[in-house]
């Protein structure tokens, strides 16, 4: 069985203006990258569909897609916030990316593919319900999430997020469902704030210091979220594969390495490998470094492959 590699060019298209850290060339860095590795022919290339507006509407309020509808501009940019504008190809290129986390869900749960790497752009995990910001619009991984439990009908799912910053978008849309567990890590204090006051056994957030390294990424995940995966028994896990985390991204102020990367990967899928038979969709967050975000987005997938 193989990998699904999900991505479409109008992920390419979207670009907030000259300088902006989140800027199309990530993609084509991951893209060369496996190329160059040669994991490029270990995986199966798709492209992303448009998701449909009943897939946003599982986890947006009406009012939010209204908005970014209307925001939307024909020529030039639109500002959402300080750091987030729309160009005239965003809400399409957003449209896609929430898509490609269908497909890889439907994929999966198919028995096509045993897991799927999104590589796609807008990210999406601190878009709330009703609200955009933070480089996001829609939030992809929720919207693939919330398919797996509506469309297939699973009762449990997991969303583990190792971007530096809090997912909170993700934990805004599924605090309150008893389905999700989320587990994360994220550095504190640091952009958006929270992600404290929301812990919980079903919200398993984990702030790590300015300056953490390695052993310390690695001890949260083996002491907090292994427990609660093991309690939760997910039939389903999805990623939030931010890198941003990573020592040479200048975004924060961590100090993980490709090898964090690829052991927290190996590790979510040996703790998922019975309650969900190694179903993972990862949908890509984070990452501004480009040669960083590169070599560590090829870490991670080549360890979904090689399973």
């Known amino acids: 069985m193989t990998i699904a590699f999900i991505s479409h060019?109008?992920?390419a298209l979207h670009e907030m203006?000259?300088?902006h850290p989140e800027r199309p060339e990530r993609l084509a860095a991951i893209e060369d990258r496996l190329?160059?590795?040669k994991l490029d022919l270990l995986v199966t290339h798709m492209d992303a569909p448009l998701a449909t507006r009943e897939q946003l509407l599982r986890v947006h309020h009406p009012a939010h897609l209204e908005a970014l509808e209307r925001l939307s501009p024909s020529a030039g940019?639109?500002?959402v916030d300080p750091d987030t504008a729309m160009n005239p190809h965003t809400l399409r290129a957003a449209y896609r990316a929430a898509g490609a986390a269908v497909l890889g869900t439907d994929l999966v749960l198919s028995g096509k593919e045993q897991a799927a790497f999104?590589?796609?752009?807008?990210?999406?995990?601190h878009a709330e319900r009703a609200r955009a910001m933070g480089f996001c619009f829609f939030n992809n991984v929720a919207v693939g999430a919330a398919h797996a439990l509506e469309r297939h009908g699973l009762a449990r799912v997991a969303i583990a997020d190792f971007d530096v910053?809090?997912?909170n978008g993700t934990e805004d849309i599924f605090r309150n469902d008893p389905r999700v567990l989320m587990v994360?890590?994220?550095q504190h204090p640091f952009y958006p704030g929270g992600g404290l006051e929301g812990r919980s056994g079903q919200m398993v957030n984990v702030p790590l210091p300015a300056g953490s390294r390695g052993e310390q990424f690695r001890a949260a995940v083996t002491e907090e979220w292994l427990p609660a995966l093991e309690r939760f028994q997910p039939e389903m896990l999805f990623i939030s594969?931010?890198?941003?985390?990573?020592r040479d991204d200048e975004m924060a102020m961590m100090g993980l390495v490709e090898a964090d990367y690829a052991w927290v990967t190996e590790t979510l899928r040996e703790a998922v490998a019975k309650s969900a038979r190694g179903r993972i969709v990862s949908v890509l967050e984070g990452g501004y470094d480009l040669r960083a975000l590169a070599r560590s987005a090829a870490a991670h997938l080549e360890k979904l492959i090689k399973w």
């Open 35 to 37: 190329v160059i590795s």
């Open 9 to 11: 060019p109008d992920c």
């Open 184 to 186: 994360s890590t994220f």
């Open 77 to 79: 940019y639109a500002q």
């Open 241 to 246: 594969a931010g890198f941003d985390g990573h």
């Open 118 to 125: 999104c590589s796609v752009r807008p990210p999406g995990h």
């Open 165 to 167: 910053h809090h997912g």
């Open 17 to 19: 203006g000259e300088h």
